[in-house]
């Protein structure tokens, strides 16, 4: 008979997990869930920051839910990440003679490098409107986790 505890999640963890991430209306963003589980290690980007600080600490096995407000998530939606954009800049940073429709999710080239995304609200003749805005800002979800392994 051992005594020995279950191991538990560090900042270094290598892990085998299943997990759900949805809206606060219950529909899934993302869930492995009936289907096969994630493989990965903590804090190399592939889950966000916060909800690597939700698994600190918890044991193998552990099958936990929790409730995220927007504000420890993605943050609130903020007014000022929409942007107009001329189309000039439009085409000097994106791909050009893109066709590009409302609800599209673009990609930029950053000033001074690296890159960003926003999402097109509306076209006009000579300029765009961007929502630079995480598409998840202003939302609270519901993260859901069962730790298969943690090594």
């Given amino acids: 008979m051992s005594n020995a505890s279950p191991a538990i999640v560090t900042e270094s963890a290598y892990l085998t997990l299943h997990y759900r991430l949805a809206a606060a209306d219950g529909t899934d963003i993302v869930t492995t869930f009936g289907g096969t589980p994630a493989t990965l290690m903590l804090g190399q980007g592939q889950l966000a920051p916060f909800l690597e600080a939700k698994l600190m600490g918890l044991p193998e096995g552990a099958h936990e839910t929790f409730e995220i407000s927007a504000a420890e998530g993605f943050g609130e939606r903020n007014p000022e990440l929409i942007q ?5 800049t439009l085409d000097a940073n994106s791909e050009p003679d893109a066709d590009y429709q409302v609800g599209d999710l673009v990609t ?3 000033p001074g490098g690296g890159r960003f995304a926003g999402v ?3 076209m006009r003749a000579d300029s765009a409107v961007f929502d630079f805005n ?3 800002a202003g939302q609270a979800m519901t993260f859901e986790v069962k730790l298969i392994s943690v090594l």
Avoid: D
């Fill in 84 to 88: 107009t954009v001329s189309k000039a």
């Fill in 108 to 110: 930029f080239n950053a």
């Fill in 120 to 122: 097109l609200r509306e």
């Fill in 134 to 136: 995480h598409p998840l």
